[in-house]
């Protein structure tokens, strides 16, 4: 009689568990905390008023911390350019504070025209290449990112060059990039709540 050889018992795997994300979207928080801060600040750079503490406040709270938090929720989402977007901006919004406030309280000099040129500079240009990522995300936030570059650019040129008329016609730019990005934001809210386009996007065909 033949031996028979009985085939080797595989272990039962474990079940593969997915995690349904059913956490909220915290891009428009993003970019409403960016949105109404810039709106606030441009409108001192266009004359309307001076630096004090509303624009601090909201600089301090809503633009930098609000935002901060929606950059580490986007983190959770796995979205790599709102995460470095909404933290990046957030600390935009508290440095700009530092900047005021430090002076003031006798800790450290007050920046030079050159020094804030150059701080507004560096932002410009990281916003340059978050401009180009927007290529791929949809065209509200590709004007965002486009009036954010000029804004910024306008505004550098003006504090290095001391023309006044160039910081003032930065902060006309920065009013409608505020909106533009307001819009951007309350756009995602309203379409969700609706569960249909209500303020279009212009989402771009990803070939």
């Known amino acids: ?10 272990p039962a795997m474990p079940q593969t568990i997915v995690i349904k994300d059913q956490t909220a979207n915290p891009g428009p928080l993003g970019l409403l905390c960016f949105a109404l801060t810039t709106i606030l600040l441009s409108m001192h750079n266009a004359g309307f008023f001076g630096i004090d503490s509303a624009i601090l406040g909201m600089a301090i ?28 901006y957030g600390c935009f919004w508290l440095s700009f504070a530092a ?14 025209d050159v020094g804030i ?57 920065g009013i409608v990039l505020g909106f533009s990005a307001f819009y951007t934001g309350l756009a995602q809210v309203l379409n969700e709540v609706y569960g249909r386009v209500v303020w279009p996007l212009g989402p771009v065909v990803k070939k």
């Not at 009689?1 to 595989?10: E, G, R």
């Not at 900047?99 to 030079?112: A, M």
């Not at 965002?144 to 040129?157: K, P």
């Open 99 to 112: 900047i005021v406030l430090l002076p003031k309280l006798g800790l450290i000099d007050k920046p030079t």
């Open 1 to 10: 009689m033949n031996d028979i050889k009985s085939s080797p018992v595989v």
């Open 61 to 88: 709270f809503y633009g930098g911390i609000g935002q901060m938090i929606a950059g580490i929720m986007e983190w959770r989402k796995n979205n790599t350019f709102a995460t470095v977007a909404f933290v990046s």
């Open 117 to 173: 040129a150059s701080w507004l500079g560096v932002w410009g240009l990281m916003s340059v290449v978050m401009f180009i990522g927007t290529f791929r995300l949809n065209r509200a936030l590709q004007i965002v990112f486009f009036l954010l570059v000029i804004t910024f650019a306008l505004l550098c040129i003006g504090d290095l060059t001391a023309n006044a008329g160039l910081k003032n016609l930065g902060g006309w730019f």
